[in-house]
């Protein structure tokens, strides 16, 4: 079968020839529909997260969408090494199979299931979002973070606060559901200053994809802010920005500040799951939607390297023979 496979650490995937897998005990071999490129995808290609796959050769790809043996369409994830979601076919574990609801194609549920869960895992299970809270999304201009807006507001936010460095998509996600918008750029006196302005306004919740300096002036503005002993909950999504931070100890002592990470080794996979069919049900009914870019899996050698991750590349993999 045909698959997108890296043959060596520091080379990009290409499409190549790769033995189509046999699933074990537990698992399904499904055949791959559409599957889109992500954050972590790109990561564990390029060898620079912890998750990568350490032999080679290597198949590309957390997750997708595609058809078990029965003709049932399904959202999966985390395929067995050395497989990945990017290929002909692949083989998961049974219970990392989410039915894609009736109404909802494969190429919108391959590119909203996995940026969505990630908020939607962040606001219910580690932040735990009460209807009618104020949440504040750093990074809000990618494609997680403009999900993460809509998302809040589905889940019953009052208010929401969005940043992001790109002026173009910030004035745009008014529409999408932002009562307040920021940009992180300029002077860094100002910046603290609005931050502070937000706190004191009400913040009860900061969704955060970028960590590095903006997060930082985050919580300094919270602690500034929030003395009174009531809670704001800063739950780590994403490390766009840079992968370390220096916070103060005593910033945390001298606040009721509370930060969690958001991701697939602090919440059960059971619980994961749960939140990735609601975002699918949700797109199916038509409350979440999001634009992506498609593109025929024949033609993956030309747009791996194009994506910048401003807007979702799907691959269709009907076309590979095209």
């Known amino acids: 079968m045909i698959a997108a496979v890296v043959s060596a650490l520091g080379q990009s995937p290409t499409l190549a020839e790769f033995p189509i897998p046999t699933p074990g005990p537990g698992e399904r071999l499904i055949r791959v529909s559409a599957a889109a490129i992500s954050h972590l ?3 564990q290609a390029s060898g620079s997260h912890f998750t990568a796959d350490t032999k080679f ?40 199979c989410v039915p894609v609801p009736d109404g909802l194609d ?16 962040a606001l219910t299970e580690r932040a735990r979002l009460k209807v009618g809270e104020t949440v504040l999304i750093n990074g809000a201009t990618g494609t997680s973070g403009r999900l993460a807006v809509k998302i809040a507001r589905l889940l019953g936010a009052r208010r929401v606060v969005a940043t992001g460095r790109n002026a ?10 932002a009562d307040v918008t920021i940009r992180l750029d300029g002077n860094i006196d100002d910046l603290q200053r609005r931050f502070i302005e937000e706190f004191a306004e009400g913040v009860d919740v900061v969704l955060d994809y970028l960590w590095g300096q903006s997060a930082e002036n985050l919580l300094i503005a919270a602690a500034r802010v929030c003395r009174d002993a009531v809670p704001i909950r800063f739950v780590q999504i994403g ?13 945390l002592r001298a ?53 910048n991750g401003t807007c979702r590349t799907v691959f269709t993999m009907n076309s590979v023979g095209a």
């Open 41 to 43: 995808t790109k990561a």
């Open 57 to 96: 050769p290597h198949g590309v790809g957390m997750d997708g969408v595609g058809r078990l043996d029965d003709g049932s369409l399904v959202y999966f994830a985390m395929p067995r090494a050395p497989h990945g979601s990017m290929a002909e076919h692949t083989v998961v574990d049974t219970r990392l």
């Open 106 to 121: 494969a190429s919108t549920a391959a590119a909203i299931a996995n940026p969505g869960m990630s908020s939607w895992v």
């Open 168 to 177: 173009r998509a910030l004035a745009e996600l008014t529409s999408l559901g």
């Open 239 to 251: 490390s766009i920005s840079a992968a370390d931070i220096t916070l103060p100890g005593g910033l």
């Open 255 to 307: 606040s009721a500040i509370e930060i969690t990470g958001s991701g697939g080794g602090s919440v059960a996979l059971p619980r994961l799951i749960a939140a990735t069919e609601e975002v699918l049900r949700a797109a199916a009914s038509g409350s979440l939607t999001m634009t992506f870019k498609p593109a025929p899996f024949c033609r993956f050698d030309e747009a791996w390297p194009l994506d």
